[in-house]
C-alpha cells in the first residue's frame, strides 16, 4: 500500500469508509480523544474544517484509547462529546489502536511514510498526518501542534 487511497477504515458508526473517496483533496489525520489536555484542539480542527474545506480540505479524526484510557468510550459517546462540546462536522473513525500489533493498517503506514523524531511510534494524541492531494504523506505534526500551526502547510498542500 502506497497511499491513503489504498485504506479502509469504518466510521464511527461501523460503515466502511474507502479513503479513496478523498482523491484530489488534502487530508489532515489525527488520532483523538475526548479526556486528553489536548482536547481542546477539536476546536481549532473544526475553525480548520470550516475555513478549508471548500477549499479541498479534509480532517479525519481516528479516536483511540491508547494513551492513558483517554477515549474509554463506546461510538455513541465519542460522538456526543465531539458533537457537544466542540461542534465537530468532519468525519470521525472507530476507535482504533495507532502503535502496536494491532494498530490500524493505516496508522502503520502513515508512521512510516512521515516518520517521527527518535521513534516512528505516535507518542500521543492528537499526533497529525498531512496528507497531500496524490494521497501521500507530506508531513507529521507533533500533538502539542496547535491546529491554527498548520495553516501554512495546509494552504500549501492545497496550492499544489
Known amino acids: ?10 466510521n464511527l458508526q461501523g460503515k466502511p469508509l474507502d479513503l479513496s473517496a478523498y482523491k484530489g483533496k488534502v487530508v489532515l489525520v489525527v488520532n483523538t480523544a475526548s479526556k486528553c489536555g489536548l482536547t481542546p484542539q477539536y476546536e481549532g480542527l473544526q475553525a480548520l474544517y470550516d475555513q478549508y ?13 491508547q494513551f492513558a484510557n483517554q477515549e474509554p468510550g463506546d461510538a455513541k459517546t465519542i460522538e456526543g462529546s465531539c458533537l ?8 470521525i473513525t472507530e476507535k482504533i489502536d495507532v502503535n ?3 494498530a490500524h493498517p493505516l496508522f502503520a503506514y502513515l508512521k512510516k511514510a512521515a516518520p517521527g523524531t ?8 492528537f499526533t497529525k498526518f498531512l496528507i497531500g492531494k496524490d494521497g501521500v504523506a507530506v508531513k507529521r505534526f507533533a500533538p502539542t501542534a496547535k491546529p491554527e500551526s498548520l495553516v501554512a502547510d495546509i494552504e500549501a498542500a492545497l496550492a499544489v
Do not use: H, R
Open 84 to 91: 457537544m462540546n466542540y461542534g465537530v462536522s468532519f468525519p
Open 100 to 102: 502496536g500489533k494491532n
Open 118 to 125: 527518535l521513534s516512528n511510534a505516535v507518542k500521543w494524541n
Open 53 to 65: 474545506q471548500d477549499k479541498g480540505l479534509v480532517i479525519l479524526g481516528a479516536p483511540c484509547n
Open 1 to 10: 500500500m502506497t497511499n491513503l487511497y489504498d485504506f479502509e477504515i469504518s
